[in-house]
């Protein structure tokens, strides 16, 4: 079962430390994702800043994981937030007030997440290669949490090398958020 691609946005990466993600829509770019690092590596906090909106804020939230963060608005408004409850499984829980929604590595050996909602399945894929990602869209999903997942994904692309689980052939559905992989 194949699903249909109902948006499509380009991602073009440049910089290393701290890299810039340039998203582009059908009608040309869309906005910056900017990505900050503290002086050990780890990723901090990033940054959405739109040609035409509010700009979105990533924060790390206190804790061990490394996908703890929230997401905010220019005016201090939250939209989500992401927890990761263990660190073997790489699973990422996305909390936006009205579902909870899920990481997941795509299948295959290649690197890239999957956004998926509990009883809909995949809402939306990235797909990365050396300087570039695709995002494509298979159902609705607010802009933001989009952006904000492929921010989370961004940063931990070796955890995604190995396959996850394949949910378009599977015959069970995604089963609650509490699941891991």
């Known amino acids: 079962m194949s699903l249909e691609i109902s948006s499509l946005y380009e991602v073009s990466i440049s910089g290393l430390w701290a890299p810039r993600h340039t998203i582009s829509g059908p009608d040309g ?5 900017t990505v900050e690092r503290n002086s050990r590596g780890m990723v901090t906090a990033g940054t959405y800043r ?8 990533f924060r790390r939230d206190p804790g061990l994981l490394r996908s703890q963060f929230s997401l905010w608005t220019e005016g201090h408004e939250w939209l ?3 927890l990761r409850w ?4 790489r699973d990422i829980q996305l909390h936006t007030g009205s579902k909870p929604l899920r990481l997941l590595p795509i299948p295959g050996f290649r690197r890239g997440w999957q956004l998926v909602a509990p009883k809909t399945g995949e809402m939306a894929r990235v797909t990365h290669s050396l300087r570039k990602a695709r995002i494509e869209v ?5 802009f933001e949490v989009l952006v904000f997942a492929y921010f989370l994904g961004s940063f931990i692309l070796l955890e995604s090398l190995w396959p996850g689980p394949d949910l378009r052939n599977s015959e069970e559905m995604i089963g609650t958020a509490t699941a891991g992989t």
């Open 86 to 89: 263990n660190v073997v499984r």
């Open 50 to 57: 739109p040609e035409k909106g509010e700009v979105l804020y």
């Open 29 to 33: 770019p869309l906005g910056v994702l």
């Open 80 to 82: 989500g937030s992401s």
């Open 138 to 142: 298979y159902r609705r999903v607010d």
